[in-house]
């Protein structure tokens, strides 16, 4: 069955902090894996991973893949109280239309 | 502006009663899907078109239907035979296999 799962579910954290969020999948015919950032309404997508080991950047946040091991990590410097969402990290196949959420990592940044 | 509409935003409805959330995109996109998002369980997937005038089930399709006949338009009916109805509802669109997923702004659907 094809599963992704996020840790930690939840993490709460003081402004500067630094923060690993975890993804870890197993996805018949893997082909990418997606984060997205979610403040109570609609999910924004943040990166795309389709290669081990080549960091993606945006600014304080960075994620990388690790297709060996079969996980993804999202990194966020510098904490602002902007950051709290709900981070969603997806995988897909390389078939069909189907992406495959995880539940979830709700991060709270607190002044 | 380019993006993806989801109406209403909030949806009240008596246990029994069919409903219909709308949702449009003007993104000229081909693909659009259907999430259902409960707490705790993140975005499972009810159904999803890559066409017009075709579309498939996602893993939880019971007791809902859809129907594709515009690009811009993938409307999803939740059905008296959805046990559990009570949910915020996305919708996404997608411009080709190699892309990611737009979402809308959701629908939150309370059934009394």
């Known amino acids: 069955e094809d599963k992704v799962v996020q840790s930690p579910l939840s993490l709460v954290v003081h402004e500067g902090d630094t923060v690993t969020l975890n993804c870890s999948y197993e996805?018949?015919?893997?082909?990418?894996l997606l984060w997205y950032k979610q403040e109570k309404k609609a999910p924004t997508f943040l990166f795309m991973l389709?290669?081990?080991?080549i960091e993606k950047k945006s600014g304080r946040l960075s994620s990388i893949l690790d297709k060996k091991e079969l996980f993804s990590i999202l990194n966020i410097t510098a904490t602002q109280t902007g950051d709290s969402a709900v981070y969603l990290c997806?995988?897909?196949?390389?078939?069909?239309?189907?992406?495959?959420f995880g539940t979830g990592t709700s991060l709270t940044v607190i002044p | 502006d380019g993006g993806i509409t989801q109406s209403p935003k909030y949806l009240f409805r008596k246990e029994g009663q069919n409903v219909t959330l709308s949702c449009e995109q003007n993104?000229?996109?081909?693909?659009m899907y259907w999430y259902r998002q409960d707490p705790g369980q993140g975005l499972r997937l009810i159904y999803y078109?890559?066409?017009?005038?075709?579309?498939q089930k996602g893993d939880i399709a019971e007791g809902y239907s859809v129907s594709r006949e515009k690009k811009e338009s993938f409307p999803l009916t939740v059905t008296s035979a959805q046990k559990n109805p009570t949910a915020f509802y996305l919708c996404?669109?997608?411009?080709?296999?190699?892309?990611?997923?737009?979402f809308g702004p959701g629908t939150r659907l309370t059934v009394l």
């Open positions: 997806a995988a897909r196949p390389n078939t069909g239309n189907q992406f495959y």
């Open positions: 996805v018949t015919n893997f082909r990418s």
């Open positions: 389709t290669s081990s080991g």
């Open positions: 993104l000229n996109h081909d693909a």
């Open positions: 078109s890559q066409i017009v005038n075709d579309f």
């Open positions: 996404a669109s997608q411009a080709n296999f190699y892309n990611e997923q737009f």
